[in-house]
């Protein structure tokens, strides 16, 4: 009867420990994709501080297909902004971007051979169009050739932190659609990055250069063929998916890619970023974007988190050396600011990291002290759940703020450290003398 006791204990705890390891993979399931996106990768963060709300397969490697062009656009605005190329500077079409631009099945504005267009015709072209040709033109007028240009994007890429993108064509098509004049990599290559690469390029395209969502939010271009082109970002005003807010950003498609959009939004001075990879079809992109849109403007907001001028319990001054006061309060300079779950705020506690540089070996700072003298900053940490963190480095310093010397601490005259040191002594003859007296009784 003992024995078989023992034998179902045995079975009870396998039983048990199974059931656990399912939970586990469960919850684990439930953790990466608790809205259920019919999507290979997703990314929502805030716009304005880089704080991810919600991530899927992040850093999955995935085609990109058009939304490459946001490079491209980048690019332009950049070379517009240090004076490089201006807006109404004419670029002539030559034989190949013609032929490509006629090529059929592919998403492009008729260019004629010889005929010159601005830069701001092109852009426009590529960025509400998504003119394949017309963004080869642009490439080959930043770099001289589009095989310079893809040298020129995959450094700027590392230079803005896209640690998996990489470029072998302008425009986002497969090689083999650039009619055998693909000026990168293999025959069927496409331009590839992460989820989390798309996002920081987006980030950096719309804080950089404001400018760019007056064009995005384009949802028809009438251009001067007579022609009006459409806009494939359907969750803009007036189209298929109209969605409260959005004003772009791009939009991609390949049989490798799969289905993508990446868009923003904006609603009461909140803006969002999303990312959606490989979809399942070209409507589900938007549905999955909307999803993801839904969720951030309902479940997230800013708060402050903590107000000027706070002071850390239990740390709300410093020791200061030589000083004619032996402290000094401390405060944060300005508030802290964040993006957070809705009722999530008493999840946040403060953390203090002081300036190893500002004090002595004792941990004390040295007189004189100026009022407004940076000692350090104050940071926050969740306490416990789930927190992505930041999109970027740069970004993930919004969170911190310069913890500031509250008013100033002139440096003690000679007389006075004397004294102190004098003082010191005797105190210290005194101590040793006491505990000599003590220790013979």
């Known amino acids: 009867m003992k024995k078989v006791s023992q034998i179902t204990l045995i079975l009870t705890m396998m039983v048990a420990l199974i059931a656990s390891q399912f939970s586990f993979q469960a919850s684990s399931a439930h953790a990466e994709d608790t809205l259920g996106l019919k999507a290979e990768a997703a990314v929502l963060l805030d716009a304005k501080t880089g704080k991810i709300v919600y ?93 310079n240009y893809i040298n020129f994007a995959n450094k700027k890429g590392k230079e ?44 950096h395209l719309i804080n950089d250069f404001p400018e760019s969502i007056e064009y995005s939010k384009i949802p028809k271009l009438q251009f001067r063929d007579g022609e009006t082109y459409p806009n494939f970002n359907w969750m803009l005003p007036g189209l298929n998916y ?45 549905t999955e974007t909307k999803k993801l849109l839904d969720y951030g403007f309902s479940n997230f907001k800013v708060e402050q988190l903590l107000p000027a001028k706070y002071q850390v319990k239990g740390k709300k001054s410093l020791s200061v050396d030589k000083g004619k006061e032996d402290s000094v309060k401390i405060v944060t300079k300005a ?17 203090l990291v002081l300036d190893k540089k500002k004090l002595n ?53 000679w007389f006075v450290l004397s004294m102190r040191g004098i003082g010191s002594f005797f105190g210290d003859v005194w101590s040793n003398a006491a505990s000599t007296v003590k220790g013979l009784f």
């Open 242 to 286: 109209e969605y409260s807010g959005v004003d772009g950003l791009k939009t991609g498609s390949t049989d490798f890619a799969g289905y993508c959009f990446t868009a923003t939004a904006e609603r009461d001075g909140q803006r969002f970023i999303s990312v959606i990879m490989k979809a399942d079809s070209k409507d589900s992109r938007f």
């Open 335 to 351: 508030p802290i600011k964040m993006m957070i779950r809705n009722g999530e705020k008493k999840n946040y506690q403060p953390a």
């Open 55 to 147: 991530e899927k397969n992040a850093d999955a490697v995935l085609g990109v297909a058009s939304m490459s062009k946001m490079m491209a656009e980048y690019s332009v605005l950049e070379a517009i902004k240090d004076k490089k190329i201006s807006w109404d500077q004419k670029v002539k079409i030559n034989h190949y971007v013609h032929e490509l631009s006629k090529a059929p099945g592919l998403s492009n504005i008729g260019l004629t051979e010889g005929e010159d267009y601005t830069v701001k015709e092109l852009y426009e072209a590529m960025a509400i169009f998504s003119g394949n040709a017309a963004t080869v033109a642009l490439a080959e007028l930043l770099a001289g050739s589009e095989k």
């Open 160 to 203: 803005l932190g896209l640690k998996h993108a990489k470029f072998v064509n302008a425009s986002g098509l497969n090689n083999s659609d650039l009619m055998g004049s693909h000026p990168a990599g293999n025959e069927t290559d496409e331009n590839i990055m992460s989820a989390r690469d798309i996002a920081i390029l987006a980030f």
């Open 361 to 413: 070996e004792n941990g004390e700072l040295t007189a004189p002290v100026k009022k407004g003298e940076t000692v350090g900053y104050i940071t926050v940490k969740p306490k416990d759940g789930q927190d992505y963190g930041f999109l970027t480095k740069d970004s993930q310093k919004t969170n911190r703020v310069e913890v500031v010397a509250a008013e100033g601490v002139e440096k003690a005259n």
